[in-house]
């Protein structure tokens, strides 16, 4: 797993984060970071959350420019809240396997298939496929959304199997679930978590609904990264094993100095952890340069951006 500290100079870091603090107060710019992100880059930010929380954080703030510290479908997430900012986001390059292994064009192919279902899509998804759909919903609401919906209701959810397979099982439900995943949660390893639980017999295993049903069901608490992290806080245990990206464990040490958190590994992999690439993208560097020069910008087309407005207030109006 990658060091609690970056492999940049020490001088370095404090120099690039003080010109970051001045860029921001130059710019007006708010900082908004995932808890996946690189530990010094959450040092730096004025927010650290989940995708959607940032989105919805970033609009309540008076900031003229937005920099998403993110993958893509984050900062055109950013955009749809907040189509009138300058919404920027380091390393463009960042993208998604969840939100790509759902194609727009295939998605509305499958959609017409079966015109009358429902359309739920995970908030981890492009701008054009939220177009596509009647309600977004986030790992931490997505349970409590489907439930408020008839018992009878025809339902589609996408794009993650692994999410839409765990709603189903705790809701009743029969979904028509779209065959996507994340490449970070779908590759942990239930043999590595059974190893792991026999050395630490006292840890309780926290998962995140986009992994595999087996590990949800080994599972002491199943939810998004903040759920996860909130029981973590609450909870009397000294011990846990955390299977999502490993990231949220600078947060979790952070927030529970006396608690012990221990990734859990990958399948095939070399190390103990299991990191999503995409994430680690974005470094000091370049968002120093991204605030400095104010690129590159996200940018959504009117159009899609208004129609994919209307699934988020509908989730937003539903929990």
């Known amino acids: 797993m990658e060091s609690k500290t970056s492999a940049l100079d ?32 959450k040092e730096v930010a004025d927010f650290i959350g989940d995708s959607l929380a940032l989105a919805r954080k970033a609009a309540e703030t008076d900031a003229d420019v937005i920099v998403m ?10 955009k749809i809240l907040c189509p009138d900012r300058k919404v920027i986001i380091p390393a463009p390059e960042a993208g998604c396997s969840l939100a790509d292994s759902c194609d727009p064009v295939e998605f509305e192919k499958f959609v017409k298939e079966h015109p009358d279902h429902t359309v739920i899509s995970y908030v981890n998804t492009s701008a054009a496929v939220k177009a596509l759909t009647d309600i977004v919903v986030t790992s931490g609401n997505a349970r409590k959304i489907v439930e408020s919906l008839p018992v009878d209701e025809k339902i589609i959810f996408g794009p993650d199997h692994n999410l839409g397979e765990y709603i189903n099982s705790v809701t009743g439900r029969n979904m028509l679930l779209w065959n996507g995943a994340c490449h970070v ?10 190893e792991l639980k026999k050395a630490h017999p006292g840890a309780k295993v926290l998962v995140h609904p986009e992994c595999r049903r087996p590990l949800q069901l080994i599972a002491d608490k199943v939810g998004s990264t903040a759920a996860l992290l909130e029981f973590a806080r609450k909870d009397d245990a ?33 190390c103990q952890c299991n990191q999503c690439e995409y994430m680690k993208m974005i470094t000091l560097e370049k968002l120093r340069d991204s605030l400095r020069d104010g690129k590159p910008e996200i940018e959504v087309v009117p159009e899609i951006c208004q129609k994919a407005l209307r699934p988020i207030e509908r989730m937003l109006q539903l929990s």
């Open 185 to 194: 949660h779908d590759r942990f390893s239930l043999q590595g978590i059974a």
């Open 10 to 41: 020490t001088d370095l870091k404090r120099q690039l984060a003080e010109e970051i603090k001045e860029l921001k107060k130059e710019k007006n710019a708010v900082i908004m970071a995932h808890y996946y992100q690189r530990d010094e880059i």
């Open 69 to 78: 510290c993110g993958v893509h479908f984050m900062g055109e997430t950013a």
């Open 238 to 270: 000294k011990e846990y094993i955390v299977v999502t990206e490993s990231g949220i464990l600078f947060d979790m040490e952070k927030e529970c100095p006396e608690k012990t958190f221990i990734p859990a590994p990958a399948e095939d992999a070399e």
